[in-house]
């Protein structure tokens, strides 16, 4: 379990049940898994019930006053950029942002010279909710205005929320020397009393100790009593020794500020550059963090290749083989993903493929010797292809057919098992191999492009009487209907990457009071003037208040509300702005042949189309517009590009009923495709990215003296 700084020689004091959030940091190279520091007791206490508050962060808080954590000097050697790791475990990320942080005007808490100031990165967990520690800066000495050399450099998925959290310190010495010993020894006892209070019996109290990592990886961290005496006097007297021996309240009083916000923030804000006013010490004005965004040069990178083969191996009866390739990235747990597949090339032993792209960062993820698997195969018609043979190899080897052929044996394992005399199935060269850069959907969002999020919901009949807990549109007190989940998980994503936060919100199939005209287009915000709602929660608010005053009837059409983004979206030429339309229905829609009209005449227009299906209603009508396996048309016109997404609501929502986790999987499948969808219009119409704004940093701060 990871140390919230500093990690130095203490000891944790939770009460029984609570645990510890922690992490682990990585190389900028996609290396190991490593761990700050050695074998250590993380000294932290957690403060009030854990009902209210739920687990003991992993650093001390200002609102937690028993939350102490000592220094170790260590803690001061700058270290290299960190990388978040996960390859395993998710898709490859769309690229690889650097984080630069510097801060001003921070809390000066040391008596005779400036605070000594380092940040430290927190990401929160989807599944648990947990922060666990990134990394950290350097601590700079002497300073209220730092500029961090250290960066954090994290996988950047632009469909789900990276929650991040900037912790700030000062750290001094490990016994915080400036302090007289008196003053010392009174904070550590108002320590020991204030973490007793927190519990009911001292024999609750649990002290966690980490363990130093082994070349099998993390130990896990162990729980251990600290055996406190149950007599009101001497229990804290007790606590008192073993926090005086730890010096772990001296960190209590360093705390500098905090500040909360997400990944996609930093990089939609002008010029990926943010800047936050940190909070936590009350009563005190803590100053304010700046936060910059910049993508790595590597992840642009798109490498271009074609192979060929000679006598591969004869596999099929009446004729020769028909062979493809596969290639696969090799992830850190040692396992393959799929990456790409070469087109079949038909009744051959000596197939020459097509020339084929694909990004760097698909291949192997940025780590350039990370292991590339490539499959040979003989394609069969019922899809049991016969398996010819593999070879392995890189990123760095592959980029050296820049200047010379490359010939790969390819091995099958079970012939080279069975038969002594087995050479090889064949051979594979790469017969050229180029590399080129392109723009990147973060090369227009730091150019100033606009993310313009419109809502449109279903008011139909078929969703029943919203005051029925049976209605899909039912407002329960205690949970969010589909409907409002399907609309919180995809704005609260693309909300970062608008800068005004008004959202366009419309309702269609209902009746419209008081002469009861049906609509479908009305605002949820009953201004037909301005449909705008503030925010999300202003959107959400508009739909609530409009299932109180309108009639759910019928029919269901789509066409309307398409159009009418379509038409602020023909106004915009200049790569600016780019529209996503969010359409949330539980039925077959009544205006096929108009809705395909309509996507057909958008998809020329730089915006994108999100359907979410909700209730149990079968939606074979939805998938022919959602244009991956063929594209939509109408009166013989095909569309320009997909631009199309739907998915039911219901193969995403999570069997223990975790409402957050059935959000996160939502979005991160809806809204995978739109950075694409948007390069995509970008790159049919010649657009680059614009250059980024001119920085306006906080002024810069006059010479402070000693």
């Known amino acids: 379990m990871g140390r919230g700084p500093p990690a130095g020689p203490g000891g944790a004091v939770l009460p029984s049940g609570a645990t510890a959030a922690g992490g682990h940091c990585q190389g900028a190279s996609g290396g190991s898994t490593r761990r700050a520091g050695g074998s250590a007791a993380t ?80 990401t929160q967990s989807r599944a648990s909710q947990e922060w666990r520690e990134f990394g950290r800066t350097e601590v700079i000495d002497n300073t209220l205005n ?91 007297y007790s606590l008192f020794l073993f926090l005086l021996g730890c010096h772990c309240w ?97 009744n051959t032993l000596n197939p020459v493929w097509q020339p084929f792209s694909i990004p760097v960062r698909a291949l192997c993820n940025g780590d350039y010797d990370r292991t590339v698997k490539i499959d040979v195969y003989d394609w069969d018609r019922d899809g049991s292809h016969d398996f010819i043979g593999e070879f392995t190899t890189s990123y760095r080897e592959l980029s050296k057919a820049q200047n010379q052929f490359t010939v790969y044996e390819v091995l099958n394992p079970r012939k080279k098992c069975k038969k002594k005399k087995y050479v ?61 989940m399907a609309l919180k998980a995809v704005g609260e994503i693309i909300q970062d990457y608008d800068s005004d936060k008004l959202f366009p919100a419309y309702g269609f199939g209902a009746k419209l009071p008081p002469e009861g005209r049906i609509s479908h287009q009305f605002p949820l915000n009953n201004n037909d003037e301005d449909p705008n709602c503030a925010g999300i929660e202003g959107v959400l608010e508009s739909y609530f208040q409009s299932l109180r005053t309108v009639q759910l009837y019928g029919p269901t059409y789509f066409a309307p509300v398409i159009n009418q983004v379509a038409r602020a979206a023909a106004k915009i030429s200049d790569g600016s702005q780019y529209y996503v339309l969010l359409i949330i229905t539980d039925g077959v829609i009544s205006d096929m042949m108009q809705t395909k009209e309509a996507i057909v005449s958008a998809s020329s227009l730089p915006m994108s189309i999100i359907i979410v299906g909700v209730g149990p209603a079968m939606f074979e009508a939805m998938e022919e517009l959602d244009g991956d396996d063929v594209r939509v048309s109408s009166r013989g016109r095909y569309a320009e590009r997909d631009i199309v997404q739907f998915v039911p609501f219901r193969d995403y929502v999570d069997r223990s009923g975790n409402q957050v986790l059935s959000m996160a999987r939502l979005a991160k499948d809806v809204l995978a495709e739109i950075p694409e969808q948007l390069l995509s219009y970008m790159r049919t119409r010649d657009i680059q990215p614009r250059p980024p704004p001119p920085a306006n940093p906080s002024p810069t701060p006059a010479p402070e003296q000693p």
């Open 43 to 122: 000294a932290a206490a957690a403060a009030a019930a854990a009902e209210a508050h739920g687990p003991a962060p992993p650093l001390p808080s200002p609102l937690a006053p028993a939350a102490l954590v000592s220094q170790p000097p260590a803690a001061r050697v700058a270290r290299p950029a960190m990388s978040l790791g996960g390859a395993s475990e998710r898709s490859v990320p769309a690229t690889k942002i650097e984080i630069t942080v510097s801060c001003r005007n921070l809390l000066d808490l040391d008596t005779f010279s400036k605070s000594d100031p380092m940040v430290v990165l927190y």
């Open 146 to 236: 730092p500029d961090f050399v250290r960066k954090f450099v994290l996988d950047y998925f632009f469909e789900e929320k990276q929650n991040l959290r900037f912790d700030v310190y000062n750290v001094d010495s490990k016994t915080n020397i400036s302090k007289p010993v008196s003053k010392r020894f009174l904070e550590g006892w108002q320590s020991a009393q204030e973490v007793l209070r927190c519990v009911k019996r001292p024999s609750e109290l649990l002290v966690t100790l980490d363990q130093t990592p082994s070349s099998s990886g993390p130990q896990p961290t162990l729980l251990l009593p600290l055996l406190l005496p149950e007599c009101p006097v001497c229990a804290p």
């Open 250 to 346: 001296d960190l209590q009083k360093d705390f500098l500020g905090q500040a909360f916000l997400a990944l996609g923030e930093v990089i939609g804000g002008q010029g990926s550059r943010v800047e936050r006013t940190l909070t936590g010490v009350p009563g005190k004005k803590c100053g304010t963090i700046l936060l910059t965004a910049e993508e790595l040069s590597n992840c642009r990178d798109i490498a271009t290749m074609q192979l060929c083969a000679n006598k591969l191996d004869k596999k099929d009866f009446f004729g020769k083989s028909d062979p493809f390739l596969v290639f696969y990235r090799s992830n850190e747990d040692g396992t393959f993903t799929i990456c790409h597949k070469t087109e079949v090339v038909k």
């Open 424 to 484: 090889n199935s064949g051979t594979v060269t790469l017969l050229s191999f180029s590399v080129d850069s392109e723009f990147t959907f973060v090369d227009y969002i730091k150019g100033g492009t606009q993310l313009n999020f419109t809502v449109a919901i279903d008011f139909t009949a078929s969703n029943g009487n919203p005051l029925q807990p049976t209605s899909l549109h039912y407002m329960s007190p205690y949970q969010l209907s589909a409907y409002a």
